[in-house]
């Protein structure tokens, strides 16, 4: 019943927002000329904004003339080929923000060290990142697509190396004081103390990664020209937006749906490693 | 003396830690199994001593600009010269001469003004094939705007792509006098034509193998029926006298001179010649090579394209590939007079003996193409 209930909700509030879209488009072309007013952010007509039905209707349409494959299936074999981008890059990205954390905890000299040099890494602009490891990876034995997982691994590792260094030092001094009162090592301290305390840390980072890692493998596609991914999709469809952009549309939509299926994989894996934590606090 | 794990321990960690593991070995499992696809084509021909493994790096993505190098791999051309050709897409931050320079592919294709852009700023590429013979661009308006030469930019609002593709129009303004900003408004325009429709700009840039077609597949809102080349006004860049070469075969001038990639080369040119007059007398198989390549181009836009970017190539008088030294100085001209270059570039900054060569090793393929002609290109409704 509360998944029902849950499925619902998020049925009406996206039928919100689709009547929310059409209604704007509505009072737009009623109170002006085809685009609609032109003080309006947005204009109002069918190639700027084509109706949410056109956008549907895209996605059961032949993805080319001639070819049985719907828009829709083209787009899932586009979204498994990103999928897989991605999740080597969240893998590579978990691992090394994992391995930053502890060193950082092991040595006092290299969290001071590393610290801003992990806050700079995320300031760099992605696309300008992306050409010189597709160019690394060329000259060298990495494909394309691996060094597409490697630009989306630059995005995950960021929040699993500050989240997970914060779980790493969140148990309390008394839990740290006991472990040692057993002349427990580092190493018997981290795997039976600062990791299981560092899950409520880890979770929330893992969540945020996946979703940075399809945001990476899609911008990375996109800059390196990979064929087979949504990156592709998107911007060969933005090249042609004025000759159908509910296609456009269809593929942003697959896209986000992508994103929101790994947020669940990852809601799925944290509420599996935290069952029974609230047992264990008390 | 070695102590036990603490018995006091709240909970094992184990199983969430294990969890994790197989999650992340699942995903990196799930990944590798993905990188198949790199079917390289089995062997050579059977006169091969031995395959060359060359890679070739496009400006964009596959479309009919490219066929000529799509067909010379599906059809085997450059199997038959002993080359394992990979095609490399281009992307949005992708530099083709600067990949070439990186080692990161063995030739690229670029447009004459922006590889010698790169030249000037010490990136050592070579032009050995001059593919297109003329410029692409146009400037598009409606045929009520009136604008059907550069003298009646006068006052107008001109789009543009900026981004080094204004300088023929700049240079097209000055032959009738009128200066950007000063005589008409230059307003950068995205890579489609909705501005144009929408009437935001009085004339838009187009390529006539794409963003052109793009409006001729595009409803007209006051008949109901796809826009006609009757309702624009297009201003051809060639017959201005403005035009600047565009798609070259670019190699690595550090490696040239080396005798195997020499032979290379022109290996490389003959078979992509061999690709281009095969979509010439082939044009329906040429699309659907395009189409192959190109999941989710429209079948009537490659139609178009292919047909338009043969006008581009076709004919070549001095052969396929072959520099015409007129059309080279006119480019240069207006790069140093538009500031796109400082100087003229050195001498070596093309040279026609490879394709000369190329041309040789063809034999009696016919490499001028005087015979050919437009054929007539029916377009559907968003390109399909």
Known sequence: ?282 | MRTNTATAEPRSGGRWWRLLAATLALALVAAACGDDDDSSAAGGGGDCDGVDEVSLQLQWFAQAQFAGYYAAVDEGFYEAYCLDVTILEGGVDIVPQQQLASGAADYAISWVPRALVSRAEGVDVVNVAQIFQRSGTLQVSFADAGISSPADFAGRKIGSWGFGNEFELLAGGRTAGLEPEADYEVVQQNFDMQALIAGEIDAAQAMIYNEYAQVLETINPETGELFQPEDLTVIDWNDVGTAMLQDAIWADGTKLGDEAYDDQTTRFIAASIEGWAWCRDNADGCVDVVLANGPTLGQSHQEWQLNEINALIWPSPGGAGVMDQGLWDQTIDIATSEGVLAEAPDADAFTTSYAEAAIELVGDLDVVGDGWSRVEVELRENGD
């Not at chain 1, 494959?69 to 586009?78: D, G, K």
């Not at chain 1, 979204?79 to 954390?101: K, M, P």
């Not at chain 1, 490891?133 to 929040?159: C, E, H, K, M, N």
């Open chain 1, 1 to 282: 019943m509360r998944r029902l209930s849950r499925l619902l909700a998020i049925a009406a509030v996206g039928l919100a927002l689709a009547a929310v879209w059409e209604g704007y488009k509505l009072i737009g072309q009623s109170i002006g000329p085809e685009g609609g007013p032109s003080w309006l952010p947005v204009a109002t007509d069918d190639l700027t904004m084509p109706h949410t039905w056109d956008i549907l209707a895209a996605f059961v349409e032949p993805v080319q003339r001639g070819r049985s494959e719907t828009l829709a299936v083209f787009l899932l074999r586009s979204a498994w080929f990103t999928l897989r981008e991605a999740a080597l890059g969240f893998a590579i990205g978990a691992i090394v923000g994992l391995g930053l954390a502890l060193i950082m905890l092991r040595s006092r000299f290299l969290d001071r060290g590393l610290v801003p040099w992990i806050n700079i890494s995320q300031t760099v602009p992605l696309i300008a990142l992306a050409p010189i490891v597709v160019t690394w990876g060329r000259t060298t034995f990495l494909s394309d697509t691996q060094a597409v997982s490697l630009i989306a691994a630059y995005l995950t590792f960021f929040p699993v190396a500050v989240n997970g260094l914060a779980g790493l030092k969140s148990p309390d001094p008394a839990s740290v004081e006991l472990m040692r009162s057993y002349a427990a090592s580092w190493w018997q301290t981290v795997i039976k103390l600062r990791l299981p305390a560092a899950r409520a840390y880890l979770f929330p980072a893992f969540k945020l990664a996946a979703t940075l890692s399809v945001v990476g493998a899609i911008v990375g596609e996109i800059s390196a020209g990979v064929r087979g991914g949504l990156g592709r999709v998107i911007l060969d469809f933005a090249g042609r937006y004025t000759t159908g952009p509910e296609k456009l549309y269809a593929a942003v939509v697959a896209a986000g749906l992508l994103g929101l299926f790994v947020f669940w994989l990852a809601n799925l894996a944290e509420r599996r490693a935290m069952r029974g934590r609230a047992v264990e606090l008390s």
